[in-house]
């Protein structure tokens, strides 16, 4: 396979994973972005802890989904997150889906 051959591959998958993404994203309440991933869920709990002057962030969501383009599953009952780095929580208007108002 050739560098070309697995950037067409890897570009793919890309345009996969967002037609899924635009699929899904309506079935779901928030959009929540770690350093790592970007998930939707429909049910967020977000703790911050303090530890030794340190500071992380304990994220579980529910009936989620997960932005990744290597993973074959992306629907998710349950994840638990551990993060240092902060953590971006939005809740989807659901206005943004209506087709009428999409067209006007």
Do not use: C
């Amino acid at each position: 396979m050739s560098a070309e051959d697995l950037e067409d591959y890897e570009a793919d998958l890309e345009l996969q994973l967002y037609r899924e993404y635009r699929d899904v994203v309506g079935l779901f309440t928030y959009v929540v972005e770690t350093e790592r991933r970007f998930y939707l869920a429909n049910s967020v709990d977000l703790k911050a802890h303090h530890d030794d002057g340190e500071i992380y962030f304990e994220l579980t969501l529910a009936d989620a989904w997960v932005w990744d383009t290597w993973r074959s599953a992306r629907f998710v009952k349950q994840v638990h997150v551990l993060t240092f780095k902060d953590v971006n929580i939005e809740e989807i208007a659901k206005s943004d889906f209506d087709p009428v108002r999409s067209i006007r």
